[in-house]
């Protein structure tokens, strides 16, 4: 009857240990929790400037949903020939050596890029130089892989357009307007950065017509932004908040090789012309009008009743040219071409080189301190 007794008390003892136990490890915890914050939700939850960024966060889901899968991972291989260093292909080397000493003759190097598709057909655009010189360029649509041949390329404006055969199941971009760009407009970037596909990166406009950039040998028009481009951007997208394609990732500036918020990309407008006629002729055809530029000074402007030192100024006209036949002569400042004004050369250039051949031109000039019409018809670059 003790043994009994004893037995009882010692489980009911237990259990009320237990169930003791339980409670005070239960607080602690819960204090632990409510110290942590971890049961608490953030003050800041309740503001409403935070919601405003909340929408802001949402949108950019959203750009970020319907571009991921037009956005494509772009690989290439090359194979380099080596150079054989003369003594290797002596018989008496080989000899005392053994042939082991021979150096291979060709290395495969391989290439990463982006690039982002523009027709439900298979047609990509990306950057000249991620495929410049290579054998192979293969094209990674979400996780399927496919074989890409290169229709045409141009190397002037650093763009390239290629082709995959997927059937008529891909998802194109949307277009954006280059041309309605504003410093602050919010750029965002989808590339893959050192390998790492579908990286999302968010900036703004910086520059909208950077033409003081001769980091590739040129002087094209670029769009600088400080979303985050780095190696392996390049071709990619550059996109507004509306989820649009705006430019074409070229290049960064860097003393390092990374990404210091200083990036450039070609505006769409441009590139679309370009693809254009990649598709058509796989060759670029610029126009011309047979006008040489000559710098227009500040003084030189006033001393001809322009207002500002806006346009540019002809230094001299090509005999037999588009220009002189539609009465161009040297010395007119041109003002505007078809409805575009025109601050300095390389807007009449990017004017004229991307008119179609053939297109007539309404030109207004600046002669004798009034502003004349002529019609200039667009011939092909010789």
Not at 173 to 202: C, E, H, K, M, Q
Not at 302 to 319: H, I, M, R
Request: hydrophobic residues 40%; positive net charge.
């Amino acid at each position: 009857m003790i043994r009994k007794k004893f037995l009882i008390y010692g489980i009911t003892t237990f259990f009320s240990l237990t169930i003791l136990s339980i409670i005070l490890i239960s607080g602690v915890f819960c204090k632990d929790n409510q110290s942590f914050g971890l049961s608490e939700k953030s003050p800041l939850r309740e503001e409403s400037s935070v919601a405003d960024a909340v929408k802001v966060q949402d949108i950019f889901k959203k750009v970020y949903d319907i571009n991921k899968n037009s956005v494509v991972f772009i690989s290439t291989e090359q194979t380099i020939k080596m150079p054989q260093h003369p003594f290797l292909n002596d018989p008496f080397f080989n000899d005392f050596f053994g042939s082991n000493m021979k150096q291979p003759k060709t290395q495969k190097r391989t290439g990463l890029g982006t690039g982002f598709i523009i027709s439900e057909d298979g047609y990509i655009c990306t950057n000249y130089h991620v495929v410049a010189g290579v054998d192979k360029v293969k094209v990674k649509v979400d996780k399927t892989n496919y074989d890409a041949s290169v229709i045409g390329f141009d190397e002037r404006t650093d763009l390239a357009l290629l082709k995959i055969n997927a059937g008529n199941k891909l998802t194109p971009v949307y277009f954006g307007n280059s041309d309605t760009l504003s410093v602050g407009d919010w750029a965002i970037a989808i590339g893959n950065p050192f390998g790492l596909d579908r990286t999302f990166t968010v900036g703004i406009i910086s520059a909208t017509a950077r033409r003081d950039v001769d980091l590739m040998g040129d002087s094209q028009t670029q769009i600088q932004t400080d979303a985050s481009i780095n190696p392996g951007n390049s071709g990619g997208p550059l996109l507004n908040i509306y989820g649009e394609v705006i430019g074409v990732n070229r290049m960064i500036y860097s003393q390092s090789g990374g990404n210091i918020g200083i990036g450039f990309a070609i505006p769409i407008n441009t590139a679309k012309g370009v693809l254009e006629q990649l598709k058509k002729h796989k060759k670029i055809k610029r126009g011309y009008i047979g006008v040489q530029i000559v710098p227009l000074t500040e003084e030189y402007a006033a001393e001809l009743g322009l207002k500002e030192n806006s346009g540019a100024l002809v230094g001299q006209v090509t005999g037999g040219g588009p220009a002189e036949k539609g009465g161009i002569i040297t010395g007119d400042v041109i003002l505007n071409v078809n409805g575009k004004d025109i601050k300095n050369f390389g807007d009449l250039i990017s004017e004229v080189e991307n008119a179609v051949i053939g297109k007539t031109l309404k030109i207004e000039i600046w002669r004798n301190k009034s502003k004349i019409a002529l019609f200039i018809t667009v011939a092909e670059r010789p």
